[in-house]
């Protein structure tokens, strides 16, 4: 099979010159000439909107990808809360050979993401290379602050899962020598170019102020500061960075009884929000000319319960695929934490018993006008599993489900922002960094989180286990647990971290209803019951090898397959072979 070659990394600057060559001996009419460009301060600011839009669409919609988010994929699929779930084994394989590493360097949603954080960081090195070369101004040294901030934030990811991807400071124009950065110095190199400009960006104007939570503010360059500093193992200068923020009165952790709305669109621009990328419902923009391009089509299928399979299904819930299933040592370890009552729990996942007689299910709740007993719903056959769920148990992820409420009427896409970061993430980050140097500040914030989820667990004191054991629950399905395993593996020597990964893929369960499956020894055998009864049948799935039983080459993401072939000067990582792919 014939691959096409060229840089991920200059292939954007190669994409726009390929669309211009025509057009060069062509006078163009009412277009300002490049050269001439960048030289006011509406310039500066029309630059900065652009590179806006293409993080807004690169962190939904990476490179047009219509199916899957390749930026929550990557970033979610290789811990150990999820399994890869879906219609039956096979199903979104791509989801999959992320959930039980068996996937290769020219894998899909690795491929993507990578590239569209290098889309990213072009964007934002045109704004910094050709605003900083005209007389500034205070709105292009705003302008800079913000593409410098947002390039940060790029590298910062990038290196949290590929180790020493490139440092791009510079629009290449593919003559240049790439290779692979340090990891540490460019983690470093993250934080300080965040609080070199922070003095040159704004404040959000008071927790109220919504707008304050779609654009580069100090509060955004603090946190990427922060939180790249923690990955260097530089934890005085992330508590330095991450003292300001998480004492601003700009911000605030929603109250207790509002702790799901962070994660759904009636939050968006809370108090508790930092930065997202906005979506930009407007009409006047067009479903298919602006609106969808920030956000993901068919996102919400994949993310949202498998409502096909079930007998009736609660009315606030869009239908899905079914695409990610809850652990159940996961949830076990969870409720032993929280409690089986805690906010947190009711908002993070739903118990199947929840999901099938605690939701509403609207005129289905009825029975002879009147609303249904437990008892009458539990022998109800138009609620329950009317064929399996395959990777479910029986707690569901309810925290990123879409609600019907949050989909473009006639259109699978859902309209809610994309968060990027919030300041229940940058509390446990600062309590993370005061336990590691020995400042008890970290306790209250740490507490803070616990008291708002109605955890059964306050700590008494702060420990790192206490931290890391809050922000294993707090922070999931948020980008966090597999970088932060990968991290805590280095950062503290602990190898055993990785235990509960080693087998993924080998047993996935299914889940059936008794009242329409038989339950036997065996899937499929023995008489079906009077009433709903829920039970998982285990499933050994793959033949071969699976899970994380390579640490040496699945701690880090490979460098993508096309990149090594065309960009001879970097390494692929070790464990990998250069030319390794899927075929």
């Not at 290196?159 to 290779?179: C, H, M, N, R, Y």
């Not at 654009?215 to 300001?244: H, N, R, W």
């Not at 992820?397 to 989909?407: A, D, S, T, V």
């Amino acid at each position: 099979m014939n691959k096409f070659k060229f840089s991920i990394l200059i292939g954007a600057c190669a994409i726009m010159a390929t669309a211009c060559e025509d057009k060069l001996d062509e006078e163009q009419k009412g277009v300002v000439s490049y050269e001439n460009f960048y030289q006011t301060d509406e310039d500066a600011q029309n630059a900065t909107n652009g590179l806006y839009d293409v993080l807004a669409q690169a962190m939904t919609n990476a490179n047009n990808v219509g199916i899957q988010n390749a930026m929550f994929f990557a970033f979610n699929l290789c811990g150990d809360d999820l399994y890869a779930a879906g219609e039956f084994y096979g199903d979104n394989d791509f989801m999959s050979q992320l959930n039980e590493f068996r996937y290769a360097s020219d894998h899909e949603c690795l491929t993507n993401a990578y590239k569209a954080f290098y889309n990213i960081i072009y964007a934002a090195n045109l704004v910094i290379n050709n605003v900083g070369a005209s007389e500034m101004t205070d709105v292009k040294k705003r302008c800079i602050a913000e593409a410098r901030v947002i390039r940060a934030y790029c590298h910062m990811m990038l290196a949290s899962v590929w180790f020493d991807p490139p440092k791009i400071e510079q629009v290449l124009t593919g003559s240049e020598t790439i290779t692979n950065s340090d990891h540490i110095e460019l983690l470093t190199w993250c934080g300080d170019e965040c609080m070199e400009v922070v003095g040159d960006l704004p404040e959000r104007n008071g927790s109220t102020d919504k707008d304050g939570t779609v654009k580069i503010t100090k509060g955004f360059a603090q946190f990427v500061a922060g939180k790249s500093y923690m990955f260097a193992g530089e934890f005085d200068k992330s508590k330095s960075a991450l003292k300001p923020l998480v004492e601003s009165p700009n911000y605030a952790l929603v109250p207790t009884d509002r702790i799901g709305e962070t994660f759904k669109a009636k939050g968006d621009g809370n108090e508790e929000q930092i930065m997202a990328t906005n979506i930009s419902v407007n009409k006047a923009v067009g479903t298919w000319s602006g609106m969808i391009q920030r956000s993901v089509w068919m996102y919400s299928n994949i993310m949202n319960w498998r409502l096909d399979h079930l007998a009736g299904a609660p009315e606030e819930i869009n239908n899905g695929w079914g695409g990610l299933g809850v652990r159940a040592d996961w949830s076990a370890d969870f409720i032993a934490n929280d409690g089986e009552n805690s906010a947190r729990r009711k908002a993070w996942m739903k118990s199947v018993d929840e999901v099938m007689y605690e939701m509403s299910y609207g005129d289905n709740d009825l029975k002879d006008g009147k609303e249904m007993t437990r008892a009458e719903k539990e022998v109800d056959p138009n609620r329950g599993i009317r064929t399996f769920l395959y990777g479910y148990t029986n707690y569901w992820e309810y925290k990123r489900q879409f609600l019907k409420e949050e989909i473009y009427p006639g259109e699978a896409f859902p309209t809610r922002n994309t968060l990027l970061a919030r300041l229940g993430e940058a509390y446990l980050l600062y309590a993370e960094a005061c336990a590691r140097t020995n400042d008890n500040d970290g306790l209250k914030y740490l507490n803070a989180i616990q008291e708002r989820a109605g955890s059964q667990t306050i700590s008494s004191s702060l420990t790192l286990d206490a931290v890391k054991q809050e922000k294993r629950f707090e922070c999931w399905l948020e980008g966090c647990r597999w970088p932060d395993m990968v991290r805590w593996s280095e950062q503290d020597n602990d190898a055993n971290i990785f235990d509960k990964i080693k087998e993924n893929g080998k047993t996935v369960p299914k889940l059936y209803d008794a009242f329409f499956d038989a339950n036997g020894e065996e899937e499929g055998t023995g008489d079906k019951e009077s009433k709903h009864r829920f039970y998982t049948y285990d499933t050994h799935p793959n033949v071969g090898e699976v899970g994380f039983t390579n640490p040496t080459k699945f701690k880090y993401f490979p460098i993508p397959f096309t990149e090594t072939q065309v960009n001879k000067n970097i390494k692929q990582h070790e464990g990998w072979t250069t030319a390794e792919t899927a075929e």
